[in-house]
Structures are given as C-alpha cells and as structure tokens.
C-alpha cells in the first residue's frame, strides 16, 4: 500500500528566506506522480506543483521547487523567499498510475508559519 | 476559466438525517474524486467518477454514495448521519482516465452533524 509522510507538523521561517517541506513516500508501483498542494485556513486545497517518477529534472514552478530524490523517495517542497502569505498547511501526495487508481494518498500535513 | 464549484459552503444536520453535497468540475474535466477532512487529520479518498460511473472508493461505509450527472457534475450523499461525519468535505476534478496530473479541488462543504 503507498503511504506517504510528513515528519514536521509545524515549520516556522522568516520572512523572504527559504524553506524547506520534508516529504517521503512508499509505493511499490515504477510509475507513479508526487504532488504538493497548499491549504491555507479558508480551505481550499491549492494545487502547487508536480513531479512524475520518470522526470529526470526536479520540477519547478515560480517559488516552489520539488527536491526528488528516488532512490531515497523523498519528494521534498522547496520555497524560496518566503512571504507572509505563505503560512497555511501544506501536504504531499502520491498517486500510483499503475494500479488504475487515480485518487491521491495525502500525507497528514506540515503548517507553515512566516514570520515577519 | 472557472475552476471547481461546491455547494453548499456550509451544513449543519442532526444525527440520523441525509446530506446531499454537490460539485461542478472544471470545464472539460470529466473525473470527479469526493475526499474526507476531518478535523486535524489529512484528507481521506472517498470516492472517484468519471463519464458517469464510480471507479474507485475509499475505506468508506455504503452510506457515503454518490453519483456523477451527464454534465459531469456530482453528487455526494451521506445517509444516516453520525457525528464523526463531522468534517470538510472537497471535491476534485482531472482530465479522466488519461489525466497524469493534478486533481483541482474545489472551496469544500463544511459539514456539522449535531
């Protein structure tokens, strides 16, 4: 069964410096996606970022960089020059394209706090 | 381009009685995925549709049933209401069966079981 885990439950960073996101997963599928999504306290789950298990190149999108390293599979969420807006929950999540199933695993989350 | 829509935002019932929650996908989006967020826990797979059919559920009981339109929108429905069904409730929607990337979630439906 794929499991995916989030070790920090809570980050604090000031603001306009980088952060780092831990997120490792488990699957014994070759073909699967990593995703990161961002809720903050309205709700709404964001969609951030992508990266496919035959990606070479370590996907990025404006701030957010994914750290994907398979042979360790961990999938860790880069931001850079953080803002204020940033603070909100943010979770990893896996979806095996192999077995048919296209619902994704979460991981339980980390709350991102920055501080001015 | 107008992105997921749920309704409604939020609904308070009492045990033992139905909730009917709704989703419109995206616009060409035909795969509709229903997720659970209790209180202080991830998100929960509950169901999956596309082109009108259920392909997948979660560790759910039957009373968590849903149904996609010919529109592609969806229906969750949550009989026999107990108080751990307490939760937000989002709606996701993806290309289908074909889509390898991301789910877009709706705002949610916050449920209140009394």
């Known amino acids: 069964a794929q499991k995916i885990t989030q070790t920090q439950p809570g980050m604090f960073v000031q603001e306009k410096e980088a952060v780092t996101l831990d997120c490792t997963y488990d699957t014994s599928d070759q073909s699967y996606g990593l995703f990161w999504y961002k809720q903050p306290s309205s709700g709404e789950m964001i969609f951030l970022i992508y990266?496919?298990?035959?990606?070479?190149q370590n996907a990025t999108e404006g701030r957010y960089s994914l750290n994907f390293q398979k042979a360790r599979k961990s999938a860790n969420l880069v931001i850079s020059a953080s803002q204020l807006g940033d603070s909100a929950m943010y979770f990893c999540?896996?979806?095996?394209?192999?077995?048919?199933?296209?619902?994704?695993?979460f991981g339980s989350g980390t709350r991102l706090q920055v501080q001015p | 381009e107008a992105g997921v829509t749920q309704s409604p935002t939020h609904l308070i019932k009492t045990r033992g009685q139905q909730a009917t929650l709704r989703c419109s996908p995206i616009?060409?989006?035909?795969?509709v995925y229903w997720y659970q967020q209790a209180l202080g826990l991830g998100l929960q797979f509950l169901l999956w549709y596309d082109e009108g059919e259920e392909r997948n559920r979660g560790n759910f009981p039957p009373r968590f049933s849903g149904r996609q339109f010919p529109n592609y929108s969806s229906e969750l429905n949550v009989n026999a209401l107990e108080l751990e069904d307490s939760a937000l409730y989002l709606c996701?929607?993806?290309?289908?069966?074909?889509?390898?990337?991301?789910?877009?979630f709706g705002p949610g439906t916050r449920l209140t079981v009394l």
């Open positions: 990266q496919g298990s035959y990606d070479e």
């Open positions: 616009s060409g989006h035909t795969s």
């Open positions: 999540a896996m979806r095996e394209r192999g077995t048919g199933r296209r619902a994704l695993t």
């Open positions: 996701a929607s993806s290309l289908g069966l074909a889509g390898a990337y991301g789910q877009y």
